[in-house]
């Protein structure tokens, strides 16, 4: 796929998952917010973790282009930072994305939706700081569309929403999860498992 292509596809499957995540935001009642939604987070928690996948595309973006690409494709970015999903870091962050939507949640993630949205229109393809490495914006995009596609279905899990994904965002992230799997060696089983043969954990952030 040539290179413009890939970012416009790209960033279609992006801006779908983002609206998919709004629409779950606003599912959201009051008394669920608190509830547990995530591991060690609530609902709150894990819609504000959520929602660093809109905040960090316009935060790098703002950054000055690294010099060198160390991550070449979209599953080498999760080949780079596997294991690193459970850190106490990335679970206190959660919390205090959460804590930062403040007391119109929605409001704060269509703010952010649109600050992303806005990072992205018009764009070329280019280079992007992440904390592990440079990486093509085409490439970045679907790891995003991956955080969103999969913590979607966790908050309708936890919200007792029905566990519905936009086709292109589902294709995205089946996608990545393969591709990631198959580069973290764990491709064989993936396979197995998808086709019936095996069982069995697999980790692919």
Aim: charged share 20%; aromatic share 4%.
């Amino acid at each position: 796929m040539a290179d413009e292509q890939r970012l416009s596809r790209a960033i279609e499957d992006y801006i779908a998952g983002a609206e998919h995540f709004l629409l779950l935001v606003s599912a959201v009642s009051p008394e669920q917010w608190d509830r547990p939604g995530l591991g060690e987070w609530s609902v709150r928690s894990l819609i504000g973790h959520t929602s660093r996948s809109l905040t960090t595309v316009a935060d790098y973006l703002a950054q000055p282009e690294p010099d060198t690409v160390e991550i070449d494709s979209v599953a080498g970015y999760y080949a780079r930072i596997q294991g690193l999903a459970s850190s106490p870091e990335v679970t206190s962050r959660g919390v205090a994305a959460g804590v930062d939507l403040g007391d119109d949640p929605l409001r704060a993630a269509v703010e952010r939706r649109d600050r992303a949205v806005a990072a992205i229109t018009g764009v070329a393809d280019r280079p992007v700081a992440t904390p592990w490495g440079g990486i093509l914006l085409s490439h970045y995009l679907p790891t995003r569309t991956f955080e969103l596609a999969v913590h979607g279905l966790d908050i309708a899990r936890a919200i007792g929403s029905a566990p519905t994904l936009p086709q292109s965002v589902l294709a995205s992230a089946l996608a990545t999860a393969v591709g990631a799997a198959e580069l973290t060696g764990q491709g064989e089983q993936a396979l197995l498992i998808l086709t019936g043969r095996g069982q069995g954990p697999i980790s692919v952030v």
